[in-house]
Protein backbone atom coordinates (compact mmCIF):
# COMPACT_ATOMS: atom_id res chain seq x y z
CA UNK A 1 0.00 0.00 0.00
CA UNK A 2 2.46 2.57 -1.19
CA UNK A 3 1.11 3.57 -4.29
CA UNK A 4 1.95 7.53 -4.00
CA UNK A 5 5.83 6.37 -4.28
CA UNK A 6 4.94 4.70 -7.28
CA UNK A 7 1.97 2.68 -9.29
CA UNK A 8 2.38 -0.75 -11.44
CA UNK A 9 2.31 -0.23 -15.28
CA UNK A 10 -0.86 -0.75 -16.08
CA UNK A 11 -0.97 -3.76 -18.94
CA UNK A 12 -2.47 -1.95 -21.75
CA UNK A 13 0.33 0.35 -21.40
CA UNK A 14 2.78 -2.03 -21.58
CA UNK A 15 1.20 -3.69 -24.45
CA UNK A 16 0.85 -0.04 -26.50
CA UNK A 17 4.57 0.56 -25.67
CA UNK A 18 6.27 -2.58 -26.82
CA UNK A 19 6.54 -1.88 -30.77
CA UNK A 20 8.22 1.20 -30.09
CA UNK A 21 10.63 -0.63 -28.29
CA UNK A 22 11.12 -3.49 -30.42
CA UNK A 23 10.39 -2.84 -34.69
CA UNK A 24 8.98 0.71 -34.36
CA UNK A 25 12.30 2.43 -32.77
CA UNK A 26 12.24 5.42 -35.61
CA UNK A 27 13.50 8.85 -34.71
CA UNK A 28 11.04 11.25 -34.76
CA UNK A 29 13.15 14.07 -36.66
CA UNK A 30 13.57 11.73 -39.61
CA UNK A 31 11.83 12.26 -43.01
CA UNK A 32 11.54 8.55 -43.59
CA UNK A 33 8.77 6.70 -42.90
CA UNK A 34 10.32 4.98 -39.96
CA UNK A 35 10.71 8.64 -38.48
CA UNK A 36 7.16 9.95 -39.65
CA UNK A 37 5.70 6.63 -37.81
CA UNK A 38 7.42 7.26 -34.54
CA UNK A 39 6.20 11.44 -34.92
CA UNK A 40 2.73 10.05 -34.99
CA UNK A 41 2.96 8.38 -31.74
CA UNK A 42 4.24 10.92 -30.18
CA UNK A 43 1.93 13.63 -31.47
CA UNK A 44 -1.12 10.83 -30.28
CA UNK A 45 0.75 10.62 -27.01
CA UNK A 46 0.36 14.29 -26.82
CA UNK A 47 -2.81 14.82 -27.51
CA UNK A 48 -3.91 11.63 -25.02
CA UNK A 49 -2.02 13.80 -21.60
CA UNK A 50 -3.51 17.09 -23.67
CA UNK A 51 -6.97 15.91 -23.16
CA UNK A 52 -6.82 14.50 -20.03
CA UNK A 53 -5.73 17.85 -17.97
CA UNK A 54 -8.03 19.78 -20.73
CA UNK A 55 -5.18 22.00 -23.05
CA UNK A 56 -4.01 22.16 -26.66
CA UNK A 57 -1.22 19.29 -27.54
CA UNK A 58 0.89 21.98 -27.98
CA UNK A 59 0.84 23.29 -24.39
CA UNK A 60 2.43 19.79 -23.36
CA UNK A 61 6.04 19.25 -23.42
CA UNK A 62 7.44 15.97 -22.65
CA UNK A 63 10.33 15.15 -19.99
CA UNK A 64 12.34 12.80 -17.84
CA UNK A 65 9.30 12.98 -15.01
CA UNK A 66 8.16 15.04 -12.34
CA UNK A 67 11.98 16.44 -11.22
CA UNK A 68 12.74 17.63 -14.93
CA UNK A 69 9.13 19.26 -15.07
CA UNK A 70 9.71 21.02 -11.32
CA UNK A 71 13.34 22.17 -12.56
CA UNK A 72 12.44 23.40 -15.77
CA UNK A 73 9.14 25.37 -14.28
CA UNK A 74 11.04 27.00 -11.67
CA UNK A 75 14.83 27.72 -14.06
CA UNK A 76 12.55 28.19 -17.65
CA UNK A 77 11.08 31.13 -15.82
CA UNK A 78 13.11 32.68 -13.26
CA UNK A 79 15.76 32.93 -16.08
CA UNK A 80 13.55 34.36 -18.76
CA UNK A 81 12.53 36.70 -16.84
CA UNK A 82 15.79 37.79 -14.52
CA UNK A 83 16.90 40.26 -13.82
CA UNK A 84 13.76 42.19 -13.40
CA UNK A 85 11.99 39.49 -11.66
CA UNK A 86 14.08 37.36 -9.08
CA UNK A 87 11.52 36.26 -6.66
CA UNK A 88 10.01 33.09 -5.96
CA UNK A 89 6.99 32.24 -3.73
CA UNK A 90 6.64 29.03 -2.39
CA UNK A 91 5.49 26.55 0.28
CA UNK A 92 7.58 24.53 2.79
CA UNK A 93 5.94 21.26 1.83
CA UNK A 94 7.00 21.28 -1.63
CA UNK A 95 8.58 17.91 -2.93
CA UNK A 96 12.71 18.33 -3.03
CA UNK A 97 12.18 19.05 -6.58
CA UNK A 98 10.80 22.09 -6.17
CA UNK A 99 13.14 22.84 -3.22
CA UNK A 100 15.67 22.10 -3.91
CA UNK A 101 16.46 24.62 -7.16
CA UNK A 102 14.83 27.19 -5.47
CA UNK A 103 17.75 26.45 -3.13
CA UNK A 104 20.49 26.17 -5.73
CA UNK A 105 18.71 29.62 -7.16
CA UNK A 106 19.37 31.35 -3.71
CA UNK A 107 22.92 30.12 -3.10
CA UNK A 108 23.89 31.40 -6.47
CA UNK A 109 23.73 35.05 -5.26
CA UNK A 110 24.29 38.41 -7.26
CA UNK A 111 25.26 37.94 -10.91
CA UNK A 112 28.74 39.19 -11.87
CA UNK A 113 27.25 42.32 -13.64
CA UNK A 114 25.34 43.03 -10.21
CA UNK A 115 22.34 43.66 -12.19
CA UNK A 116 20.77 40.53 -10.86
CA UNK A 117 20.44 40.51 -7.29
CA UNK A 118 20.66 36.77 -6.92
CA UNK A 119 17.44 35.09 -6.42
CA UNK A 120 15.06 35.32 -3.86
CA UNK A 121 12.56 32.72 -2.48
CA UNK A 122 9.91 33.02 -0.14
CA UNK A 123 8.91 29.90 1.35
CA UNK A 124 5.26 29.81 2.75
CA UNK A 125 4.24 28.61 6.03
CA UNK A 126 1.15 25.94 5.90
CA UNK A 127 -1.17 25.00 8.81
CA UNK A 128 -1.59 22.08 10.80
CA UNK A 129 -3.34 20.32 8.11
CA UNK A 130 -1.01 20.99 5.56
CA UNK A 131 -3.05 23.56 3.79
CA UNK A 132 -1.68 27.19 2.18
CA UNK A 133 -3.31 29.89 2.64
CA UNK A 134 -4.01 32.15 -0.50
CA UNK A 135 -3.72 35.66 1.59
CA UNK A 136 -0.23 34.55 2.38
CA UNK A 137 0.64 33.83 -0.90
CA UNK A 138 -0.85 37.47 -1.76
CA UNK A 139 0.95 39.13 0.67
CA UNK A 140 4.19 37.71 -0.57
CA UNK A 141 4.13 38.85 -4.40
CA UNK A 142 6.05 41.98 -4.94
CA UNK A 143 7.06 44.01 -8.09
CA UNK A 144 9.99 41.27 -8.08
CA UNK A 145 7.67 37.87 -7.96
CA UNK A 146 7.90 36.31 -11.04
CA UNK A 147 6.40 32.81 -10.20
CA UNK A 148 4.32 31.07 -7.57
CA UNK A 149 5.06 27.58 -7.28
CA UNK A 150 2.28 25.83 -5.11
CA UNK A 151 2.19 21.69 -5.14
CA UNK A 152 -1.47 20.25 -6.08
CA UNK A 153 -1.44 17.78 -3.43
CA UNK A 154 1.16 16.83 -1.28
CA UNK A 155 3.14 13.78 -0.93
CA UNK A 156 3.20 12.81 2.46
CA UNK A 157 -0.22 13.97 3.98
CA UNK A 158 -2.39 14.21 0.96
CA UNK A 159 -3.59 17.38 1.69
CA UNK A 160 -5.28 19.00 -1.02
CA UNK A 161 -4.26 22.69 -1.64
CA UNK A 162 -6.73 25.69 -2.90
CA UNK A 163 -4.92 25.77 -6.55
CA UNK A 164 -8.09 28.14 -8.14
CA UNK A 165 -7.90 30.74 -5.14
CA UNK A 166 -4.41 31.14 -5.41
CA UNK A 167 -4.51 31.65 -9.07
CA UNK A 168 -7.14 34.04 -9.11
CA UNK A 169 -4.93 35.99 -7.08
CA UNK A 170 -1.93 35.37 -9.40
CA UNK A 171 -3.83 36.55 -12.47
CA UNK A 172 -4.63 39.72 -10.58
CA UNK A 173 -0.67 40.23 -10.09
CA UNK A 174 0.57 39.28 -13.21
CA UNK A 175 2.82 36.45 -11.85
CA UNK A 176 3.17 33.21 -13.51
CA UNK A 177 1.53 30.53 -11.24
CA UNK A 178 3.14 26.39 -11.14
CA UNK A 179 1.74 23.64 -9.57
CA UNK A 180 3.46 20.16 -8.91
CA UNK A 181 0.29 17.92 -9.89
CA UNK A 182 2.71 15.03 -10.38
CA UNK A 183 0.40 13.06 -6.91
CA UNK A 184 -2.90 14.28 -8.73
CA UNK A 185 -2.73 14.09 -11.88
CA UNK A 186 -4.92 10.31 -13.18
CA UNK A 187 -5.97 10.28 -9.41
CA UNK A 188 -8.16 13.18 -9.50
CA UNK A 189 -9.70 15.73 -11.77
CA UNK A 190 -7.05 17.94 -12.67
CA UNK A 191 -8.40 20.24 -16.06
CA UNK A 192 -6.04 23.17 -16.15
CA UNK A 193 -7.95 25.87 -17.85
CA UNK A 194 -10.66 25.32 -14.25
CA UNK A 195 -7.76 25.34 -12.17
CA UNK A 196 -6.19 28.47 -13.67
CA UNK A 197 -2.41 27.95 -13.80
CA UNK A 198 -0.12 28.42 -16.32
CA UNK A 199 2.35 25.63 -15.65
CA UNK A 200 1.49 22.05 -14.25
CA UNK A 201 4.18 19.47 -13.72
CA UNK A 202 2.89 15.49 -13.90
CA UNK A 203 5.16 11.88 -14.09
CA UNK A 204 4.12 8.97 -15.34
CA UNK A 205 4.58 6.18 -12.73
CA UNK A 206 2.51 7.68 -10.50
CA UNK A 207 -0.53 7.17 -12.85
CA UNK A 208 0.49 3.55 -13.96
CA UNK A 209 3.05 4.59 -16.75
CA UNK A 210 6.73 3.37 -16.42
CA UNK A 211 9.22 5.56 -14.82
CA UNK A 212 11.37 8.28 -16.27
CA UNK A 213 8.18 9.91 -18.22
CA UNK A 214 6.46 12.93 -17.87
CA UNK A 215 5.07 16.29 -19.06
CA UNK A 216 4.82 19.81 -17.98
CA UNK A 217 1.64 21.68 -19.04
CA UNK A 218 3.32 25.30 -20.44
CA UNK A 219 0.06 27.42 -21.05
CA UNK A 220 0.21 29.14 -24.52
CA UNK A 221 2.21 32.61 -24.12
CA UNK A 222 4.11 31.62 -20.74
CA UNK A 223 7.47 33.45 -21.53
CA UNK A 224 10.32 30.46 -20.38
CA UNK A 225 14.09 29.89 -21.56
CA UNK A 226 15.04 26.56 -23.04
CA UNK A 227 15.66 24.18 -20.41
CA UNK A 228 17.68 21.06 -21.72
CA UNK A 229 19.71 22.66 -24.99
CA UNK A 230 20.36 21.42 -28.39
CA UNK A 231 17.88 19.96 -30.63
CA UNK A 232 14.86 21.55 -31.76
CA UNK A 233 12.44 18.96 -30.43
CA UNK A 234 9.67 19.55 -28.39
CA UNK A 235 9.53 22.90 -30.26
CA UNK A 236 12.50 24.14 -29.46
CA UNK A 237 11.29 23.67 -25.38
CA UNK A 238 13.34 20.92 -24.49
CA UNK A 239 15.85 19.24 -26.71
CA UNK A 240 16.87 15.14 -26.80
CA UNK A 241 15.21 12.56 -29.03
CA UNK A 242 12.00 12.18 -27.51
CA UNK A 243 11.56 8.85 -25.67
CA UNK A 244 9.38 7.24 -27.53
CA UNK A 245 7.83 4.47 -26.15
CA UNK A 246 7.46 6.26 -22.84
CA UNK A 247 5.49 8.85 -24.65
CA UNK A 248 2.82 6.42 -26.07
CA UNK A 249 2.77 4.95 -22.38
CA UNK A 250 2.21 8.01 -20.60
CA UNK A 251 -0.38 9.29 -23.57
CA UNK A 252 -2.09 5.32 -23.14
CA UNK A 253 -1.71 5.81 -19.61
CA UNK A 254 -3.46 9.17 -19.87
CA UNK A 255 -6.16 7.79 -22.10
CA UNK A 256 -7.34 4.95 -19.23
CA UNK A 257 -6.80 7.45 -16.45
CA UNK A 258 -9.53 9.63 -18.32
CA UNK A 259 -11.98 6.36 -18.60
CA UNK A 260 -11.45 5.30 -15.32
CA UNK A 261 -10.88 7.90 -13.03
CA UNK A 262 -14.50 8.34 -11.54
CA UNK A 263 -14.29 4.69 -10.67
CA UNK A 264 -10.45 4.91 -9.27
CA UNK A 265 -11.85 8.21 -7.13
CA UNK A 266 -14.71 6.18 -5.54
CA UNK A 267 -12.77 3.14 -4.85
CA UNK A 268 -10.14 4.35 -3.49
CA UNK A 269 -11.86 6.33 -1.32
CA UNK A 270 -13.82 3.93 -0.27
CA UNK A 271 -10.85 1.75 1.06
CA UNK A 272 -9.20 5.17 2.51
CA UNK A 273 -11.95 5.70 4.91
CA UNK A 274 -12.22 1.99 5.50
CA UNK A 275 -8.93 1.76 6.30
CA UNK A 276 -8.98 5.45 8.30
CA UNK A 277 -12.37 4.28 10.30
CA UNK A 278 -10.77 0.49 11.01
CA UNK A 279 -7.74 1.95 12.49
CA UNK A 280 -9.23 4.72 14.48
CA UNK A 281 -11.00 2.44 16.00
CA UNK A 282 -8.60 -0.48 16.89
CA UNK A 283 -5.70 1.29 17.73
CA UNK A 284 -5.84 4.21 20.92
CA UNK A 285 -3.34 7.03 20.71
CA UNK A 286 -3.15 7.50 16.44
CA UNK A 287 -4.44 10.25 14.25
CA UNK A 288 -4.88 11.30 10.82
CA UNK A 289 -2.16 13.28 9.41
CA UNK A 290 -3.41 15.95 6.83
CA UNK A 291 -6.48 17.46 5.99
CA UNK A 292 -9.70 14.88 6.60
CA UNK A 293 -11.85 15.95 3.97
CA UNK A 294 -9.30 18.58 1.38
CA UNK A 295 -6.97 15.20 0.67
CA UNK A 296 -5.98 13.06 -1.80
CA UNK A 297 -8.07 9.74 -2.06
CA UNK A 298 -5.56 7.52 -2.28
CA UNK A 299 -3.76 8.80 0.74
CA UNK A 300 -3.96 7.31 4.33
CA UNK A 301 -1.66 9.10 6.16
CA UNK A 302 -1.20 8.73 10.32
CA UNK A 303 0.73 9.50 13.48
CA UNK A 304 0.62 6.81 15.83
CA UNK A 305 1.77 7.92 19.41
CA UNK A 306 4.51 6.38 21.33
CA UNK A 307 6.72 4.03 18.50
CA UNK A 308 8.93 4.68 15.82
CA UNK A 309 7.91 5.01 11.96
CA UNK A 310 10.98 2.71 10.92
CA UNK A 311 10.16 -0.40 13.30
CA UNK A 312 6.63 -0.07 12.37
CA UNK A 313 7.68 0.02 8.33
CA UNK A 314 9.88 -3.27 9.21
CA UNK A 315 7.43 -5.09 10.63
CA UNK A 316 4.76 -4.42 8.09
CA UNK A 317 7.36 -5.40 5.16
CA UNK A 318 7.88 -8.90 7.30
CA UNK A 319 4.36 -9.38 6.98
CA UNK A 320 4.14 -8.38 2.91
CA UNK A 321 2.69 -4.77 3.12
CA UNK A 322 4.48 -2.01 2.13
CA UNK A 323 4.10 1.30 3.23
CA UNK A 324 6.53 4.27 3.90
CA UNK A 325 6.97 6.94 6.91
CA UNK A 326 8.66 10.95 7.71
CA UNK A 327 10.29 9.54 10.78
CA UNK A 328 14.07 10.58 11.36
CA UNK A 329 15.21 7.06 11.98
CA UNK A 330 14.05 6.12 8.19
CA UNK A 331 16.39 9.22 6.28
CA UNK A 332 19.41 9.40 5.38
CA UNK A 333 19.63 12.72 7.42
CA UNK A 334 18.26 11.76 10.89
CA UNK A 335 15.78 14.43 10.20
CA UNK A 336 11.93 13.93 10.14
CA UNK A 337 10.71 14.96 7.18
CA UNK A 338 10.51 18.51 6.07
CA UNK A 339 6.75 18.30 5.93
CA UNK A 340 6.10 16.70 8.99
CA UNK A 341 8.06 19.75 10.38
CA UNK A 342 6.22 21.89 8.50
CA UNK A 343 2.98 21.39 9.83
CA UNK A 344 4.01 21.41 13.51
CA UNK A 345 4.55 17.86 14.45
CA UNK A 346 6.18 17.41 17.77
CA UNK A 347 9.59 15.64 17.40
CA UNK A 348 8.36 12.34 19.15
CA UNK A 349 4.67 12.62 17.08
CA UNK A 350 6.64 12.68 14.03
CA UNK A 351 8.66 9.65 14.69
CA UNK A 352 5.06 7.97 14.37
CA UNK A 353 4.27 9.16 10.95
CA UNK A 354 3.17 6.80 8.73
CA UNK A 355 1.27 6.92 5.21
CA UNK A 356 -0.34 3.92 3.52
CA UNK A 357 -1.17 4.88 -0.12
CA UNK A 358 -4.44 2.97 -2.03
CA UNK A 359 -4.50 1.84 -6.08
CA UNK A 360 -6.42 0.44 -8.42
CA UNK A 361 -5.20 -2.99 -7.24
CA UNK A 362 -5.93 -2.72 -3.83
CA UNK A 363 -8.65 -4.73 -2.32
CA UNK A 364 -10.98 -4.76 0.83
CA UNK A 365 -10.08 -7.92 1.84
CA UNK A 366 -5.59 -6.51 1.67
CA UNK A 367 -7.42 -3.13 3.88
CA UNK A 368 -8.88 -5.67 6.38
CA UNK A 369 -5.47 -7.87 6.46
CA UNK A 370 -3.90 -4.24 7.50
CA UNK A 371 -6.41 -3.81 9.96
CA UNK A 372 -5.81 -6.98 11.08
CA UNK A 373 -2.00 -6.98 10.82
CA UNK A 374 -1.45 -3.27 12.08
CA UNK A 375 -2.83 -3.18 16.06
CA UNK A 376 -0.79 -6.26 16.79
CA UNK A 377 2.42 -4.69 15.51
CA UNK A 378 2.07 -1.40 17.29
CA UNK A 379 1.04 -3.17 20.63
CA UNK A 380 4.10 -5.22 20.33
CA UNK A 381 6.66 -1.88 19.68
CA UNK A 382 4.02 -0.01 22.38
CA UNK A 383 5.03 -2.83 25.12
CA UNK A 384 8.58 -1.99 24.34
CA UNK A 385 8.11 1.99 24.59
CA UNK A 386 9.43 4.12 27.29
CA UNK A 387 7.23 7.25 26.43
CA UNK A 388 4.13 4.48 27.28
CA UNK A 389 3.39 3.81 31.11
CA UNK A 390 0.88 1.28 31.93
CA UNK B 1 14.03 2.09 4.57
CA UNK B 2 17.54 1.76 5.28
CA UNK B 3 20.19 0.03 3.83
CA UNK B 4 19.54 -3.92 4.19
CA UNK B 5 19.89 -4.95 7.73
CA UNK B 6 21.76 -8.40 8.54
CA UNK B 7 19.83 -11.33 9.40
CA UNK B 8 21.07 -11.40 13.21
CA UNK B 9 19.82 -7.19 13.31
CA UNK B 10 15.89 -8.78 11.52
CA UNK B 11 16.35 -11.77 13.92
CA UNK B 12 16.85 -9.22 17.39
CA UNK B 13 14.39 -7.04 15.81
CA UNK B 14 11.42 -9.86 15.15
CA UNK B 15 12.26 -11.62 18.71
CA UNK B 16 13.55 -8.73 20.91
CA UNK B 17 15.71 -10.50 24.12
CA UNK B 18 15.21 -8.79 27.61
CA UNK B 19 11.65 -6.33 26.75
CA UNK B 20 10.72 -4.57 29.47
CA UNK B 21 10.94 -3.30 33.32
CA UNK B 22 12.63 -4.74 36.32
CA UNK B 23 11.31 -4.14 39.85
CA UNK B 24 13.51 -3.17 41.76
CA UNK B 25 16.21 -2.52 39.04
CA UNK B 26 19.57 -1.89 40.85
CA UNK B 27 20.59 0.47 38.08
CA UNK B 28 18.86 2.35 35.39
CA UNK B 29 20.35 3.96 32.53
CA UNK B 30 17.81 6.66 30.56
CA UNK B 31 19.40 8.14 27.52
CA UNK B 32 18.23 9.88 24.68
CA UNK B 33 19.30 9.89 20.90
CA UNK B 34 21.04 13.42 19.89
CA UNK B 35 21.46 12.56 16.26
CA UNK B 36 17.69 11.32 15.64
CA UNK B 37 15.41 12.01 19.16
CA UNK B 38 15.23 7.97 20.41
CA UNK B 39 14.70 7.26 23.60
CA UNK B 40 15.87 3.95 25.36
CA UNK B 41 15.93 3.05 28.53
CA UNK B 42 18.45 -0.11 30.53
CA UNK B 43 17.65 -1.64 33.83
CA UNK B 44 20.15 -3.79 35.91
CA UNK B 45 20.17 -6.42 38.63
CA UNK B 46 23.83 -6.62 40.09
CA UNK B 47 24.83 -9.31 42.94
CA UNK B 48 28.20 -9.50 43.75
CA UNK B 49 29.18 -7.33 41.31
CA UNK B 50 27.70 -9.13 38.75
CA UNK B 51 24.89 -8.33 36.45
CA UNK B 52 22.25 -11.04 36.68
CA UNK B 53 19.48 -9.51 34.80
CA UNK B 54 18.63 -6.68 32.43
CA UNK B 55 16.04 -5.01 30.74
CA UNK B 56 15.12 -2.47 28.00
CA UNK B 57 12.73 -0.22 26.62
CA UNK B 58 13.42 1.63 23.28
CA UNK B 59 11.46 4.28 21.48
CA UNK B 60 13.62 4.01 18.00
CA UNK B 61 14.26 2.63 14.90
CA UNK B 62 14.62 -1.32 14.02
CA UNK B 63 18.60 -1.08 14.89
CA UNK B 64 18.00 0.35 18.05
CA UNK B 65 15.92 -2.02 18.98
CA UNK B 66 18.34 -4.96 18.08
CA UNK B 67 21.28 -2.99 19.57
CA UNK B 68 19.45 -3.10 22.66
CA UNK B 69 18.77 -6.14 22.89
CA UNK B 70 21.97 -7.42 22.27
CA UNK B 71 23.33 -5.28 24.72
CA UNK B 72 21.16 -6.75 27.55
CA UNK B 73 22.30 -10.31 26.08
CA UNK B 74 25.98 -9.38 26.27
CA UNK B 75 26.25 -7.85 29.65
CA UNK B 76 24.08 -10.28 31.27
CA UNK B 77 26.76 -12.63 33.92
CA UNK B 78 28.96 -9.91 33.31
CA UNK B 79 31.08 -8.08 36.11
CA UNK B 80 30.60 -4.41 36.35
CA UNK B 81 33.85 -4.26 34.65
CA UNK B 82 33.38 -6.83 31.88
CA UNK B 83 30.24 -4.99 30.89
CA UNK B 84 32.16 -1.83 31.04
CA UNK B 85 34.11 -2.90 28.02
CA UNK B 86 30.88 -3.93 25.82
CA UNK B 87 31.26 -1.36 22.91
CA UNK B 88 29.25 -0.23 20.65
CA UNK B 89 31.01 -1.77 17.94
CA UNK B 90 31.34 -4.52 20.02
CA UNK B 91 27.17 -4.64 20.45
CA UNK B 92 27.30 -4.14 16.42
CA UNK B 93 29.85 -6.49 15.01
CA UNK B 94 27.59 -9.14 17.46
CA UNK B 95 24.77 -8.63 15.31
CA UNK B 96 26.92 -8.79 12.09
CA UNK B 97 27.36 -4.82 11.40
CA UNK B 98 25.05 -2.50 10.82
CA UNK B 99 24.34 0.43 8.26
CA UNK B 100 26.81 3.20 8.75
CA UNK B 101 23.41 5.09 9.00
CA UNK B 102 22.63 3.50 12.29
CA UNK B 103 25.98 2.97 13.98
CA UNK B 104 24.79 5.90 16.26
CA UNK B 105 22.24 3.69 17.16
CA UNK B 106 24.45 1.68 18.72
CA UNK B 107 26.14 4.54 20.62
CA UNK B 108 22.84 5.02 22.14
CA UNK B 109 22.42 1.32 23.42
CA UNK B 110 26.33 1.87 25.19
CA UNK B 111 25.55 5.24 26.58
CA UNK B 112 21.82 3.30 28.14
CA UNK B 113 24.74 0.70 29.55
CA UNK B 114 26.75 2.97 30.78
CA UNK B 115 24.01 5.13 32.21
CA UNK B 116 22.51 2.37 34.02
CA UNK B 117 26.37 1.61 35.28
CA UNK B 118 26.66 4.65 36.31
CA UNK B 119 23.37 5.01 38.59
CA UNK B 120 24.20 1.20 40.43
CA UNK B 121 27.72 2.58 41.16
CA UNK B 122 25.88 6.24 42.77
CA UNK B 123 23.61 4.05 44.64
CA UNK B 124 26.60 1.88 45.95
CA UNK B 125 29.00 3.84 46.07
CA UNK B 126 28.12 7.06 46.47
CA UNK B 127 30.05 7.58 43.27
CA UNK B 128 29.37 8.03 39.48
CA UNK B 129 30.99 6.50 36.82
CA UNK B 130 34.23 8.33 36.10
CA UNK B 131 33.99 10.46 33.13
CA UNK B 132 30.59 9.12 32.31
CA UNK B 133 27.86 12.23 30.66
CA UNK B 134 25.17 11.22 29.76
CA UNK B 135 23.86 12.91 26.60
CA UNK B 136 21.15 15.59 27.45
CA UNK B 137 17.92 14.15 26.54
CA UNK B 138 15.56 17.28 25.27
CA UNK B 139 12.32 17.03 23.75
C1 LIG C 1 4.87 15.75 -5.44
C2 LIG C 1 5.98 15.13 -6.22
N1 LIG C 1 6.72 15.89 -7.06
C3 LIG C 1 7.71 15.38 -7.80
C4 LIG C 1 8.05 14.04 -7.74
C5 LIG C 1 9.20 13.52 -8.56
O1 LIG C 1 8.74 12.85 -9.69
P1 LIG C 1 9.72 11.92 -10.56
O2 LIG C 1 10.02 10.75 -9.68
O3 LIG C 1 8.95 11.54 -11.75
O4 LIG C 1 10.92 12.71 -10.88
C6 LIG C 1 7.32 13.21 -6.89
C7 LIG C 1 7.64 11.77 -6.79
O5 LIG C 1 8.21 11.26 -5.86
C8 LIG C 1 6.26 13.76 -6.11
O6 LIG C 1 5.54 13.00 -5.28
S1 LIG D 1 17.13 5.16 16.77
FE1 LIG D 1 16.68 6.67 15.26
S2 LIG D 1 17.88 5.98 13.65
FE2 LIG D 1 18.15 4.40 15.07
Known amino acids: MDYAATTPPHPDVVEAMLPYLKEKFGNPSSLHSFGQEAKAAVEEGRKQVANLINCQPEEIVFTSGGTESNNFAIHGVIHKLKPNKNHIITSKIEHHAI?????FLEKEG???????????????????????????????????????????ANNEIGTIEPIKEIAKITKEKGVYFHTDAVQTVGQIDVDVADLGVDLLSASAHKFYGPKGIGFIYIKKGTRMTQFLRGGSQERNRRASTENVPGIVAIGKAAEIAKT?????????????????????????????????????????????????????????????????????CSSGSLEASHVI??????????????????????????????LEVFPKIVQKLRAMSPLRRK | MPEAYSNKVMEHFKNPRNVGELENPDGTGHVGNPVCGDIMEMYIKVKDNVITDAKFKTFGCGAAIATSSMATELIKGKTIEEALSVTNKAVAEALGGLPPVKMHCSVLAEDALKSAIDDYLKKTTGKGLPGFKPHDHTH
Open chain 1, 110 to 152: PAPDGAGAGFKVTYLDVDEDGLVNPEDVRAAITDKTALVSIMH
Open chain 1, 260 to 328: ELSERIKKTTELREMLFNGLLEKIPDIRINGHRTKRLPKNAAIIVKYVEGESMLLNLDLEGIAASTGSA
Open chain 1, 341 to 370: RAIGTSPEDSHGSIRFSLGRLNTKEEVKYV
Open chain 1, 99 to 103: LEPCH
